[in-house]
């Protein structure tokens, strides 16, 4: 495929249940973003990884938050013990590596809702 | 920290112009995007500015003022399609040597007939 992929593209969750998110990037890419969009906001930082180190988690609102790209190319984001407040867009972008600038590209998202 | 300000909502005609603002305060800027996101889809890249002056592309131009900390997007000619929201993303200097786009909340633009 051309672009981000995501899976999956909505997800639907009861309290206090864990949930897993997918996001397989441009192959190349060597860095890859997760983002928590809230309906009406622009996107949030979460966490970055250039290749399988993670190289940035300030982002993460709390520990029930965890990502990982054991293998430097396909990356989880999981939500343990989802709470309501959870409920956003999750988004995934990539970035091959920067020369001047690089633009991230986007994924289409995962849309959580936590009932 | 970071701070990006940029309007909520703006409204604008078709065929006419409209500049969409956006001011911030940050510690080691180095660069400032702007992306477009359709309702329910993905950001999708618009422009990218470093130094200061105006980056014309299209139909779209986007112009940054380091010392003032301001930024616009220029839309003319809109068309119906330009109707999404208006993503204005200031770029810092992150730990492991790299650089993450802190996002502002977006400004929603209607264009109407």
């Known amino acids: 495929g051309a672009g981000v992929s995501q899976s999956p593209r909505y997800k639907v969750a009861k309290r206090g249940q864990d949930v897993a998110l997918r996001c397989d990037p441009i192959?190349?890419?060597?860095?890859l973003f997760w983002y928590q969009q809230a309906l009406g906001q622009g996107p949030e930082f979460l966490t970055y990884?250039?290749?399988?180190?993670?190289?940035?988690k300030s982002g993460l609102p709390s520990d029930r938050f965890f990502a990982e790209r054991p293998e430097g190319s396909v990356s989880t984001l999981k939500i343990q013990r989802t709470q309501q407040e959870d409920s956003a867009v999750y988004l995934c972008a990539s970035r091959r590596p920067g020369t001047l600038y690089s633009e991230q590209f986007f994924g289409p998202g995962t849309r959580l809702t936590v009932l | 920290g970071q701070n990006i300000d940029q309007p909520t909502e703006m409204t604008a005609t078709e065929g006419a112009i409209v500049q969409i603002n956006c001011t911030y305060q940050t510690s080691g800027f180095n660069g400032l995007f702007w992306y477009q996101q359709h309702a329910g889809e993905a950001p999708t890249f618009l422009s990218y500015?470093?130094?200061?002056g105006l980056e014309e592309k299209g139909r779209f131009s986007s112009f940054l003022s380091r010392s003032k900390g301001y930024s616009y997007l220029l839309l003319k000619e809109l068309q119906m399609k330009d109707s999404a929201s208006y993503l204005c993303?200031?770029?810092?200097?992150?730990?492991?040597?790299?650089?993450?786009?802190?996002f502002g909340r977006g400004t929603s633009l209607i264009v109407h007939p």
């Open positions: 500015n470093v130094l200061d």
């Open positions: 192959s190349g890419h060597v860095s």
């Open positions: 990884f250039q290749n399988e180190a993670q190289l940035d």
């Open positions: 993303a200031v770029r810092r200097h992150a730990s492991g040597g790299s650089y993450i786009p802190t």
